[in-house]
């Protein structure tokens, strides 16, 4: 190719024809200019291409983290909804001696000495952060979701988790130096002392209602708005990517009653319906303005700014708000049964 243009130049130069020789230089420097312009555009797609692929593996890297995030979301959900149903029995002067003398008791005697904590990742998001300037435009309406994930819900669950372990810290800290019977090596269902200050002394269920405030109110709170942004993400990313849009992953694996799906009346006059809503396991009120209630117990929701609990008594289906332990009224009583 290139003997075949020298010919034709040299041939126009012996020639004695410069118009047509500077005709042609004028067509070869623009062949080569459109040359150019292609190399760089055919380079341009390949970055571009190059540059997809990786926002892919990284959003791959994030659904791969809120999997695992999700599964063990679940294992401290289970943990926490026991403890709360153990301590609405403390606080309602439900356990007796015979409870705490149970050889299998020590769940009760570690009720708000323990926790169980959660390593959430965010590999995937920080690596993300990294490459910011070359994700594609079109992706951009993913991470306004990634943000409030991993900006807001992830930090909120970092931090309840810090002042639920500075809350047991300072639970161990008290009994350990101020009462014999807690260091004890007496086994915890036959230390004499040990039941009788969980049954009748009045600091202790204090102390369950400040651990119940941190554990549950806070600490499990935020983890289940967490699994729920995250979630959420997961699905919004395989959307994004056309990886099975249609198939939702769920954060707990916890079934609603369908005894509780119905409508109810609440106390002030209120009617609310509520519905279970495509298997996401929570809750929406359909009243003036739509709430989920994301499920962490048979009968229990987290909702926004509180929690509530189902119960069925004297064949009437109520709901109760956070502080039932009180033994205050119901919220709402199901009028559909």
């Known amino acids: 190719m290139l003997k075949f243009f020298r010919r034709i130049r040299k041939k126009l130069i012996d020639g004695g024809n410069m118009k047509r020789y500077l005709i042609y230089a004028i067509g070869e420097i623009l062949l080569v200019v459109i040359g150019i312009l292609i190399a760089l555009q055919i380079n341009n797609w390949n970055e571009k291409r190059q540059n997809k692929l990786k926002v892919d593996n990284l959003l791959l890297q994030i659904q791969k983290n809120i999997k695992s995030d999700l599964a063990d979301i679940n294992q401290i959900t289970a943990f926490y909804a026991t403890k709360d149903s153990l301590m609405y029995l403390v606080l309602g002067n439900k356990l007796t001696e015979e409870d705490y003398q149970n050889p299998n008791s020590n769940h009760l005697h570690s009720l708000i000495f323990n926790g169980m904590d959660i390593n959430l990742k965010n590999i995937g998001?920080?690596?993300?952060?990294?490459?910011?300037?070359?994700?594609?435009?079109?992706?951009?309406?993913?991470?306004?979701?990634?943000?409030?994930?991993?900006?807001?819900h992830f930090n909120y669950v970092q931090d309840a988790e810090k002042s639920l372990k500075d809350v047991t810290g300072k639970f161990n800290?008290?009994?350990?130096?101020?009462?014999?019977?807690?260091?004890?090596?007496?086994?915890n269902h036959l230390n004499a002392d040990r039941i009788d200050y969980f049954l009748?002394?009045?600091?202790?269920?204090?102390?369950?209602?400040?651990?119940?405030?941190?554990?549950?109110?806070?600490?499990?709170?935020?983890?289940?708005?967490?699994?729920?942004?995250a979630s959420d993400t997961y699905d919004q990313i395989s959307k994004l990517l056309n990886k099975h849009p249609e198939k939702s992953i769920a954060f707990n694996d916890i079934e609603t009653d369908s005894e509780i799906i119905g409508n109810y009346q609440a106390i002030f006059g209120q009617s609310i319906e509520l519905l279970a809503k495509d298997n996401r396991n929570y809750l929406v009120v359909e009243a003036t303005d739509t709430i989920q209630w994301l499920q962490y117990a048979p009968n229990k929701f987290a909702m926004s700014g509180g929690f509530i609990?189902?119960?069925v008594e004297q064949d009437s289906t109520n709901i109760y708000v956070l502080g039932y332990e009180y033994g205050g009224k119901p919220f709402a009583t199901k009028i559909d049964d």
């Open 200 to 229: 009748n002394n009045v600091r202790y269920k204090g102390m369950v209602k400040e651990y119940r405030s941190s554990a549950i109110n806070n600490y499990l709170n935020f983890n289940l708005n967490y699994a729920k942004s």
């Open 309 to 311: 609990r189902f119960s």
């Open 173 to 187: 800290d008290v009994l350990f130096d101020k009462y014999d019977w807690y260091s004890s090596e007496v086994a």
């Open 125 to 152: 998001f920080t690596n993300l952060m990294r490459v910011q300037d070359i994700i594609p435009p079109e992706y951009e309406s993913i991470l306004d979701q990634v943000y409030l994930q991993y900006n807001d």
